[in-house]
T-cell receptor
């Protein structure tokens, strides 16, 4: 059965700090790993990673995948209060097409 | 575009009652999913569909029924509501089986 473990479960940082979130996974015939940000309502898509070692970047957020060690990292630099959210990681495999396994999420609180 | 629309936004039920949560998408997506989100547990997959007429069970399907008679609609039925089904329910859709999902705003359901 597919499994996703995120760490830490929660953290509190000050504005301007850098945050590193971890997502480790077990999935048969890995196909892709996705990161989402969830504020008050619906999760919104951040990144999709399919290849190892290639960094995806959007502004202050970046993410990288290590397919050998089966984990991904999401980095947020120069954090702002608007980065406060739950960050969710999800994986899918070739054998589970259309079916995503989510982790428990990391709650990030950025204080002024 | 409306994207993924869920109704109702809030609902309170008594134990034993049945109801249907509605989900509609206007993006012509083949893949649709229902999740429930409980504190500290991320998103757990209830049922998913890879196209009209095709549905399958996810991680926590017991007590829920789905059908997919059209590409646009994917209703979730609670057969006999139980307090353990108190949760926030999200519907999501994607164009392909490993592509980012678009989420509805969720339905907050309380079972008394």
């Amino acid at each position: 059965e597919d499994k996703v473990v995120q760490s830490p479960l929660s953290l509190v940082v000050h504005e301007g700090d850098t945050v590193t979130l971890n997502c480790s996974y077990e999935v048969t015939n890995f196909r892709s790993l996705l990161w989402y940000k969830q504020e008050k309502k619906a999760p919104t898509f951040l990144f999709m990673l399919t290849s190892s070692g290639i960094e995806k970047k959007s502004g202050r957020l970046s993410s990288i995948l290590d397919k050998k060690e089966l984990f991904s990292i999401l980095n947020i630099t120069a954090t702002q209060t608007g980065d406060s959210a739950i960050y969710l990681c999800a994986v899918t495999g070739l054998d589970s097409w259309g079916k995503f396994q989510f982790g428990a999420g990391t709650q990030v609180v950025v204080t002024p | 575009n409306a994207g993924v629309t869920q109704t109702p936004k809030f609902q309170v039920l008594k134990t034993g009652q049945s109801m249907t949560l509605q989900c509609a998408q206007d993006m012509n997506h083949e893949y649709m999913s229902w999740y429930r989100q409980d504190p500290g547990m991320g998103l757990r997959l209830i049922h998913y569909s890879v196209g009209a007429g095709i549905t399958d069970q996810g991680e926590v399907p017991n007590g829920y029924n789905v059908s997919r008679s059209t590409t646009e609609d994917f209703p979730l039925r609670l057969l006999s509501a139980a307090p353990s089904q108190t949760s926030v329910y999200f519907c999501a859709s994607s164009a392909l089986g490993n592509q980012p999902q678009h989420f509805g705003d969720g339905t907050r359901l309380s079972i008394l």
